[in-house]
């Protein structure tokens, strides 16, 4: 049941980080895509990884690897928790505002070249 709630992100993340890359988008703009679908990736993969290492870290019983299991499942939740998500709104917000300002743009040169036409 935990698994079928981390496959969504990873479905949307995978053609974004793909069509991304085909489209060769520059600048920013893939910048900021890259970064929310690596994003959406990033959360179901790290959330895993902590789901293992925590359940090594429950079964080993040397000391020093159980804490070495036990900071890495303790990383790996982090970043699943707290950096994936962040930078998805990042990636997110970057992407929507680069997308406002170019049409914006587009629509002032459309605009100029009609007041320019009725004269």
Do not use: Q, W
Not at 62 to 76: D, G, S, T, Y
Not at 87 to 94: E, P
């Amino acid at each position: 049941m935990i698994l079928l709630m981390l496959i969504p992100p990873f479905v949307v993340g995978v053609p974004l980080v793909v069509l991304t890359i085909k489209r060769r988008e520059k600048g920013l703009l893939r910048i900021f895509l890259l970064t929310a679908g690596a994003s959406l990736i990033g959360f179901p993969v790290f959330a895993a990884l902590h789901n293992l290492f925590y359940g090594l870290a429950e079964m080993v019983d040397i000391v020093i690897l159980e804490r070495i299991l036990e900071f890495l499942h303790a990383a790996f939740f982090c970043i699943a928790v707290i950096v994936c998500p962040a930078g998805f709104l990042v990636g997110l917000v970057g992407s929507i505002v680069l997308i406002v300002r170019k049409r914006r743009a587009r629509d002032r040169l459309e605009t100029k070249g009609e007041d320019s036409d009725a004269l």
